[in-house]
């Protein structure tokens, strides 16, 4: 990439986009180092990709109280820069006593969610003052959670094993419609026909441009495939971009 170019896209997180009562906050989207994002509808506060610095963001946005209201966290996927707060986070929700559900919602098959919860129980079933439910996601067909209409999609992720081969992940975007309005979040993804779908018309879009290079890839997204995608959204926001 022009390192011009790397200039006109740098942005400085946190990212954030308001409408009426639907916003969301993208505290950091770094490739290999954190992802974590905040959605407000109305009073709801949802926790998506809850990478590593996850907690002390969301105490510094919403503090305690809030923090214990929340109901649902979403994973687009298992690599550890999307879900490496989730430790802290289930463990800071039963120190401070957290008394109503929550529910994880990861695609099926990330072994990585599912291995953090069993250590999780293991170590805390006795002393856990709230319900935590994990929701395996097999289909790509809505449902309404706190009066949000979410809708995952699969994509196209890939990671490199030791025998120099590559396996896709099991990974999804959502779309989060509340409200009448839309934010489509593609998660870590090559360029896809879902994510294009998904994408489109959305009041945004929150797309990555992972992908350092012009030549497509089947795990990130290059610079001007992303933005292809943004444009047929009404706004658009590129993260996850190397530094
Ligand atoms: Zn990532
Ligand atoms: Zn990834």
């Known amino acids: 990439m022009q390192k011009l170019q790397r200039e006109m896209i740098k942005r400085e997180y946190p990212l954030q986009w308001k409408k009426k009562n639907f916003s969301i906050k993208i505290f950091c989207s770094i490739p290999n180092i954190a992802t974590g994002i905040l959605l407000k509808a109305g009073k709801t506060h949802f926790v998506i990709d809850p990478g590593d610095g996850i907690l002390r963001d969301l105490n510094k946005e919403i503090g305690v109280k809030n923090l214990l209201d929340i109901s649902d966290v979403f994973v687009t996927h298992g690599h550890h820069d999307h879900i490496g707060g989730v430790w802290s986070l289930l463990t800071y929700l039963r120190v401070m006593q957290k008394k109503t559900p929550l529910t994880i919602h990861y695609p099926e098959g990330c072994v990585e969610i599912e291995s953090i919860y069993n250590a999780f129980a293991k170590v805390y079933s006795n002393s856990l003052s709230y319900k935590i439910k994990l929701r395996a996601i097999k289909k790509a067909s809505s449902f309404s959670t706190n009066e949000v209409k979410v809708k995952p999609f699969p994509v196209i992720h890939k990671e490199n094993l030791s025998s120099g081969r590559t396996r896709q992940v099991p990974a999804l975007g959502y779309n ?33 441009a992972g992908h350092d290079e012009d030549t497509p890839d089947e795990m990130h997204m290059t610079m001007n495939e992303a933005i292809s995608i943004g444009k047929s959204a009404k706004k658009y926001f590129l993260v996850h971009v190397p530094e």
């Open 176 to 208: 989060f419609s509340f409200n009448g309005m839309k934010i489509c979040y593609g998660g870590d993804t090559a360029y896809c026909e879902a994510l294009v779908t998904h994408a489109k018309n959305a009041d945004l879009a929150i797309l990555e």
